[in-house]
């Protein structure tokens, strides 16, 4: 066989070369305890004069950690945004308004099932007591029957009818104590009780039930009729608050001429006159008002005329009156042909 087969240690007489003098010079040289070190252990070699450890495994020996020089900031939530907040308010605000609109329309839907129940709408304006001999003319529920986004307009108007029957009796007190002072002035007293009796229910009649009706049926002709009625009531402000002598007003030159002849009198109708003048300025405001958002409900001129045309020709009367006159032009015709 080949040398490459044989055993090279086998031999006795083979030197080894562990046994190399240079070799065992280094190891009599090296520092006791470092024959016993392995470096594929984690137990470190006793130092000299110390003997080794008994009983350390792996277990014991606890891993190196760090300690930072600087605390670590403290956790805080993240702030939310003032737009998300913002964005965050609107919702909830727009939530709560659906909610109100939602509430009030199951209020008035079950109201108005409880008026079918019961026969219909009784009227309840104005409200008089049960043992007064006239009743109530109107049915008046601004909640119930106009819209909620005319709720707050209709009810605006209505405060200010309000305002126009108590200015109206203060301009009374004023006239009375004009009258008081200077007995020539008889016929501003007489005028303004006629005012008073004559303008508060003639202005409910004629510009705030036309008011509530347009609102409630979206009606172009009643519309129409406010703003022509409206119009003119604007300038009877106008004139009760120039307060032109034998007119019946309270106003500006009345007040200053009522003046110089007594100062409580002339201060109770300054009064007056300044509550004329607020309430045409308030009366030009919710013109201007109602007029725009007329021009939202789709109303024109001509649904004003067919509304119109529609209410003349579906009343009783004027069918009676139309056949009347037809029947009457018939006659006449035949009796001509005759």
Not at 158 to 168: D, I, K
Not at 224 to 239: A, D, R, S, T
Not at 280 to 301: C, D, E, N, P, Q
Request: hydrophobic letters at 45%.
């Amino acid at each position: 066989m080949s040398d490459f087969d044989s055993n090279p240690f086998a031999d006795p007489n083979a030197s080894n070369p562990f046994q190399d003098p240079s070799v065992t010079q280094v190891r009599a040289a090296a520092p006791p305890g470092l024959e016993e070190y392995n470096p594929f252990t984690e137990v470190k070699p006793a130092p000299a004069g110390m003997a080794p450890k008994t009983g350390g495994t792996a277990a014991n020996v606890q891993p190196a950690i760090m300690k930072p020089t600087e605390e670590p900031p403290a956790y805080s939530q993240a702030q939310p945004q003032p737009q998300q907040t913002r964005a965050a308010a609107e919702l909830l605000k727009r939530q709560e308004e659906l909610e109100k609109k939602a509430a009030e329309l199951d209020r008035r839907e079950r109201e108005m099932q409880s008026l079918s129940a019961s026969g219909g709408r009784k009227n309840n304006w104005p409200p008089l007591p049960e043992q007064f001999p006239v009743g109530p003319c109107f049915y008046h529920d601004i909640t119930v029957d106009i819209p909620v986004e005319f709720q707050k307009t209709v009810k605006i108007m209505y405060y200010l009818w309000m305002f126009h029957a108590g200015t109206l009796l203060a301009n009374l007190i004023g006239c009375l104590a004009w009258f008081c002072i200077d007995a020539a002035r008889g016929v501003d007293f007489g005028l303004a009780i006629l005012w008073l009796l004559l303008f508060t229910p003639c202005s409910f009649v004629c510009w705030y039930r036309p008011l509530y009706g347009a609102f409630r049926s979206d009606s172009s002709f009643r519309f129409f009729i406010f703003f022509f009625v409206y119009i003119c009531q604007f300038g009877i402000y106008v004139i009760q608050c120039i307060g032109i002598s034998g007119w019946g007003a309270s106003g500006w030159i009345s007040a200053l001429t009522a003046l110089n002849r007594s100062v409580p009198v002339g201060i109770i109708m300054i009064m007056v006159a300044a509550l004329f003048t607020s309430l045409a300025v308030m009366s030009l405001i919710m013109f201007k008002k109602v007029h725009a958002m007329y021009r939202t409900t789709g109303a024109s001129f001509e649904k004003a005329q067919q509304e119109f045309a529609t209410g003349v020709m579906s009343n009783k009367t004027v069918q009676t009156a139309a056949a009347n006159a037809a029947s009457r032009a018939a006659q006449e015709s035949f009796k001509e042909q005759i």
